[in-house]
């Protein structure tokens, strides 16, 4: 009886100190509603070789005025070297009503906007919790369901 009481005597405390998923997903939301801004965004480059595209020229856009234009080396070092792929940050703040121009190599610009967050359950063996993470953009028209802008050479062989 004594070790029944103790038992619930620690549990007690564990399982009134748990937030429901209700008010993590709430936390969450209220968390992605004040995001009005990506810090970082990670472009993929594939099938492109060091000759084929040494750098790539941004242009960020805001209520019609470019607000950044530049051109910027890309990485020489392949993470994969059979498909040629590379990685490539642009490290500027791009607020989600923001037009990114990309032009990388003879290929044509790419226009991508539309940026959005979304909540995104975090499930691990102990604990559950959702967060707020970069979820979507436009590119080219055509809507991505993706955290990474993937830029695939279809000359490439």
């Given at each position: 009886?004594?070790?029944?009481?103790?038992i619930s005597v620690i549990l007690l405390p564990f399982f009134v100190a748990c937030e429901s998923d209700e008010k993590k997903f709430a936390r969450a939301e209220r968390e992605c509603s004040q995001k009005n801004s990506v810090d970082q965004l990670d472009v993929s480059l594939f099938g492109y070789s060091y000759d084929d595209a040494d750098s790539v020229s941004i242009k960020i856009q805001r209520d019609g005025k470019i607000i950044a234009d530049y051109k910027d080396a890309l990485p020489k070092k392949y993470f994969d070297s059979l498909r040629?792929?590379?990685?490539?940050?642009?490290?500027?703040?791009?607020?989600?009503?923001?037009?990114?121009?990309?032009?990388?190599?003879?290929?044509?610009?790419r226009k991508i906007y539309g940026f959005s967050y979304a909540v995104k359950p975090h499930f691990t063996m102990m604990n559950r919790d959702f967060g707020c993470e970069f979820n979507s953009f436009v590119m080219d028209g055509e809507i991505v369901n993706e955290s990474t802008v993937r830029v695939v050479n279809k000359s490439a062989k």
């Open positions: 009886m004594k070790l029944i009481k103790a040629h792929q590379r990685y490539y940050t642009i490290k500027k703040n791009i607020l989600l009503t923001d037009t990114l121009m990309v032009k990388i190599a003879k290929e044509p610009i």
